[in-house]
């Protein structure tokens, strides 16, 4: 097992602290641009690790943690001096828009086992950005995660609708039919 933070890829990094944290009962969950990038492929890159306190844990308990692995807390983030990678921990509870998310996915790694958005709710992630807030950067997110990955469209179809964004819901789905 990899325990030396510079030799970590993103990835191995998000299993380890997602093991250490486990191990004192804490779950998180990887979201957001990280997972985007696993699951674009690489279209995407991120340096923000946003691993969603699933359980909402006391903060305490992952500043102590994040501090036995030698990470140092500034402003909201977490850094260490052998990774440009920064963690931060948005409180939960993990859902998407309005709806919870059910299941996670899981990534065996050389450093310890990374829980993640499934590419399903990774899209929904994404795709709440773009009905909410116009994010279009978050639209093409949603499109690349899409054409990588097999997903439940009638999952994300249902969802956009009780979401009530019909419309930007087709537009992400002419987006994805178009390269498929």
């Given at each position: 097992m990899k325990t030396s933070v510079k030799d970590m890829s993103m990835q191995e990094l998000d299993g380890f602290i997602c093991d250490a944290l486990k191990d004192k009962g804490i779950h998180v969950v990887l979201s957001g641009g990280s997972c985007v990038q696993i699951y674009s492929r690489g279209e995407y890159t991120s340096y923000d690790l946003d691993l969603i306190n699933q359980y909402n844990e006391?903060?305490?308990?992952?500043?102590?943690?994040?501090?036995?692995?030698?990470?140092?807390?500034?402003?909201?983030?977490?850094?260490?001096?052998?990774t440009p990678l920064f963690i931060e921990f948005p409180?939960?509870?993990?859902?998407?828009?309005?709806?919870?998310?059910?299941?996670?996915?899981?990534?065996?790694?050389?450093?310890?086992?990374?829980?993640?958005?499934?590419?399903?709710?990774?899209?929904k992630?994404?795709?709440?950005?773009?009905?909410?807030?116009?994010?279009?950067?978050?639209?093409?997110q949603a499109i690349w995660v899409a054409q990588q990955n097999n997903f439940d469209r009638d999952s994300v179809k249902q969802w956009s609708f009780k979401e009530?964004?019909?419309?930007?819901f087709l537009v992400f789905e002419k987006s994805v039919l178009q390269v498929l």
């Open positions: 006391q903060f305490k308990k992952i500043q102590a943690t994040m501090e036995e692995l030698g990470f140092k807390e500034h402003n909201r983030y977490f850094t260490h001096a052998d409180s939960g509870p993990l859902g998407v828009g309005d709806a919870p998310v059910e299941e996670i996915a899981e990534i065996d790694t050389e450093a310890g086992v990374l829980r993640l958005l499934t590419p399903t709710d990774c899209i992630d994404r795709l709440a950005a773009y009905y909410h807030w116009d994010d279009e950067q978050c639209l093409q009530g964004m019909e419309e930007k």
